[in-house]
């Protein structure tokens, strides 16, 4: 079957398959590129491209619509949304794409000037553009200029000037495809991103140095250290000065954790933010894994397992975090307990112009917050790299057993926010949180009970263990 022949067929389609249709046939021309949908809406067609393509990010200006994706399985290893405007996104964006899809977008075609620039802007060597409604041929004339001005090489796939959507009484339509789209204006994808490691402290002269040189052998190479002073008294500087031509160090009024990080995030120029905490130290390749789960799976925020070591940097052990099967039961876990501790967490900076900084009036306890406030609130997934890359400090000096006492109720305090703010914009979310929340608490429970029951077993001997698991087994029959 020939290109046009093809999308005769999808014009003909029934209403409720018009929108799979079309997006499945674009991913035939697709195959195993790296796509972008602009204005992606709900996010199903990113997701039925997915299935063809390498990868896909769906953009779309509505925090609904992305809200909406997330929490429906729509993103997967191939798939990520973000919310932005359309030409705000192709200006700021330093990704190389193969193919951009844009369906549809009516604003776009009324004003010529942002379909002019739009073109010019596109991140893409090809796109695949249509249009319906009932001025087809003035579009025509006008898309088809606008293409020439810019020397891109293009063909109009199919013209139709007769109910080509059964859903759009008398509509007319017209796809273009572009092909080797000549763009100077973007930078072509950088390999390795700029990563900045962002080190709060306070009077932690005694461990400061392990961590700083532990990032400076970061087998990752683009990375840029920030040492944010908040208000030492100590030998910080000292040993600052000591690197002062491979980091960028602050000094601020001391003001605690949060506001330390939050200088660090305004102040950094990477695209990736890693939190480092001043008594923590990085194994060799953490940056480096930790970057490639975040390609692999297209994650925006990442965490992994973690060592325990003592003050004198000795193993204590191996802590790893519980694997969770999909959003549902990780939002369910992280409702009540902290997930992924920040010193192994990597984050995209796009994530803070959504969920915003960390909580600067919480003295303890802001990472915990902005881990629900990304997960609860904005539908972020956190994913998970299986093997420990950071060795987290236990020591008496630590903030955490200083305020060990205070912990219960500073949880309760978060909890309390993030359902006031959950309620405030989506009470459907709400419900259906709980909902979740008691099935997996219902697993837990069973497992919880397993666990115990096999402890006991130990202790029991072999002739009337037999009789009791026999006992177990008649009673699940």
Wanted: glycine residues 4%; charged residues 30%.
């Amino acid at each position: 079957m020939n290109t046009k022949s093809l999308i005769k067929d999808y014009f003909e389609q029934s209403q409720n398959k018009i929108k799979e249709t079309r997006y499945s046939w674009v991913g035939r021309f697709c195959h195993n590129h790296i796509c972008l949908d602009l204005g992606c809406g709900d996010g199903l067609g990113t997701k039925i491209l997915a299935a063809n393509v390498k990868s896909i990010d769906g953009i779309d200006e509505h925090e609904e619509n992305i809200l909406f994706a997330y929490r429906n399985f729509y993103v997967n290893n191939k798939t990520r949304y973000i919310k932005s405007p359309i030409i705000e996104f192709c200006l700021k964006n330093k990704k190389k794409y193969d193919t951009t899809i844009f369906f549809d977008n009516q604003n776009f075609y009324k004003n010529l000037d942002d379909l002019k620039l739009l073109i010019n802007l596109l991140p893409s060597s090809h796109a695949i553009i249509s249009y319906t409604g009932n001025d087809l041929d003035s579009t025509i004339k006008q898309f088809t200029l606008i293409l020439k001005q810019n020397m891109v090489d293009y063909e109009l796939f199919y013209e139709h000037k007769k109910n080509i959507d059964k859903f759009r009484h008398n509509a007319t339509g017209i796809i273009f495809y572009l092909r080797n789209i000549k763009n100077k204006n973007l930078e072509t994808q950088i390999e390795k991103p700029l990563v900045s490691v962002v080190i709060p402290t306070y009077n932690s002269d005694t461990t400061l140095e392990e961590t700083i040189q532990s990032v400076l052998n970061q087998s990752y190479s683009n990375l840029e250290i920030l040492v944010i002073d908040d208000g030492s008294n100590d030998n910080t500087s000292k040993i600052c000065e000591k690197f002062k031509s491979k980091i960028r160090y602050y000094y601020k009024e001391n003001g605690g954790i949060s506001t330390a990080i939050n200088f660090g995030i305004k102040k950094m120029n990477g695209e990736w933010f890693k939190w480092l905490s001043a008594d923590d130290v990085l194994s060799t390749d953490a940056i480096t894994k930790l970057m490639h789960v975040a390609q692999e799976t297209g994650g925006l925020i990442i965490y992994s397992d973690y060592d325990f070591i003592d003050d004198q940097s000795n193993f204590i052990r191996t802590f790893r975090e519980p694997v969770y099967n999909n959003y549902y039961e990780f939002a369910s876990k992280i409702w009540i307990r902290y997930v992924g501790n920040a010193s192994s967490v990597l984050i995209h900076k796009s994530c803070f112009d959504r969920v915003g900084l960390f909580d600067e009036d919480l003295k303890f306890g802001e990472d915990y917050e902005w881990w629900q406030r990304a997960c609860l609130v904005h539908g972020y997934r956190f994913f998970h790299l299986r093997e420990p890359i950071l060795k987290y400090r236990i020591h008496s000096k630590q903030t955490t057993l200083k305020v060990k006492s205070n912990i219960f109720e500073n949880e309760q305090k978060i909890r309390q926010k993030i359902k006031d703010e959950i309620i405030g914009t989506d009470l459907m979310w709400w419900i259906t949180l709980e909902k979740y929340r008691k099935i997996y608490n219902k697993i837990d429970t069973k497992m919880k009970f397993n666990r115990l029951f096999k402890k006991i077993l130990r202790f029991l001997s072999p002739s009337i263990e037999k009789k009791v698991v026999d006992w177990k087994i008649r009673l699940l029959k």
